[in-house]
């Protein structure tokens, strides 16, 4: 069964600690993204990559970078976490944008509580 | 720019009523849409897609029509289950020079009761 996988469910960390969410995949897929899900905003693009070494920035990139180093694992640091970022985050994947028609595959969520 | 606008929930439904979501688009080109359905602790799936106009999505007994002409990819089902209880998102692909990516609306929690 192909899948998305989060490293963690649930994970707490102290102001001003850096951060590392992971995220692998085992569909040899193109285009990896990370978003963030809170209530009554829905679903925020923070990065995406469309290959290894490459990354763009979605709609809110700041106080965030990622890592592709290699093709199935798509890596979201927290420089310096803040309570405002405390929130789910979700991984998905896709293959190459010229068959992105295809949708996403999403991984479970981490859900994050900065303290 | 692109966007997606979702019906506010909560929705509350009998079992075996009839459920209407409504999703409203603005998007340059021609995009695909989709919708998304996350149930409790869980990430998101894909429920069902269509790539263009006059298309029907159709999934689980869960139906969408991509309406060009109303910019619109409203999701139905005649009939629904307690297990159909989730939170519900419309999206549509969006393409600009690097990729592409979803646009997701702020998603419709979907409550039905037996």
């Known amino acids: 069964d192909v899948k998305v996988t989060q490293s963690s469910r649930y994970l707490v960390k102290r102001t001003g600690e850096k951060v590392f969410l992971e995220c692998v995949q085992d569909?040899?897929?193109?285009?990896m993204f990370w978003y963030r899900q809170d209530p009554g905003l829905g679903l925020r693009l923070i990065y995406f990559s469309y290959d290894v070494k490459m990354k763009e920035k979605g709609d809110i990139p700041e106080g965030y970078s990622v890592s592709r180093e290699k093709k199935e694992r798509f890596s979201l640091i927290l420089e310096s976490a803040s309570t405002n970022q405390t929130s789910m985050y979700l991984c998905a994947s896709s293959l190459e944008w010229g068959t992105d028609h295809y949708g996403y595959t999403f991984g479970s969520g981490t859900r994050l509580t900065v303290v | 720019g692109n966007s997606v606008t979702q019906m506010e929930g909560p929705v509350t439904l009998s079992e075996e009523a009839f459920l209407t979501i409504n999703c409203t688009y603005t998007a340059t080109g021609y995009p695909s849409l989709f919708w998304y359905v996350q149930y409790p602790g869980e990430g998101l799936q894909l429920l069902l897609k269509?790539?263009?106009?006059?298309d029907k999505g159709s999934n689980k007994g869960f139906e969408a029509t991509y309406r060009k002409e109303t910019t619109s990819f409203h999701l139905e089902k005649g009939s629904v289950q307690v297990s159909d209880s989730a939170v519900y998102f419309c999206a549509l692909s969006s393409a600009n020079q690097a990729g592409t990516a979803l646009i997701f609306g702020k998603g419709t929690t979907l409550s039905v009761s037996s």
């Open positions: 569909m040899d897929h193109e285009n």
């Open positions: 269509a790539t263009k106009a006059d």
